[in-house]
């Protein structure tokens, strides 16, 4: 079983940054593909990022990309989330998941999700 628990979510002024961290419980952390992704009000759950268990290979959503940047300690059984030039469109609870062995093409594929933390940009 693997428990996944959010952090560094906020209120930002646009433009501004935030980083999200994720903590990560179990002895399979260095080897899950960790992925961010996103829910608005009224919204499907929508991918921001992963990075890959084995290469450590990174995959964006076009809507962030050149803004965020996904990280991963595996020291820490750590994932982060650097954003910059937050965008009051990135307002959303951003959870953090994971996926044992795998690197997920559909969000059925992961296999453990964290509780959210909010994220709110003001204009």
């Known amino acids: 079983q693997v428990q996944l628990v959010e952090s560094g979510g906020g209120l930002v002024q646009a433009g501004g940054s935030l980083r999200l961290s994720c903590a990560a419980s179990g002895r399979t952390f260095s080897k899950s593909t960790m992925g961010w992704f996103r829910q608005a009000p009224g919204k499907e759950r929508e991918f921001v990022a992963h990075i890959t268990w084995d290469t450590g290979s990174t995959y964006y959503a076009d809507s962030v990309k050149g803004r965020f940047t996904i990280s991963r300690d595996n020291a820490k059984n750590a994932v982060y989330l650097r954003m910059n030039n937050l965008k009051p469109e990135d307002t959303a609870v951003y959870y953090c998941?994971?996926?044992?062995?795998?690197?997920?093409?559909?969000?059925?594929?992961?296999?453990?999700w964290g509780q959210g933390t909010q994220v709110t940009v003001s204009s």
């Open positions: 998941a994971a996926a044992i062995y795998r690197v997920p093409t559909t969000t059925n594929e992961w296999h453990y």
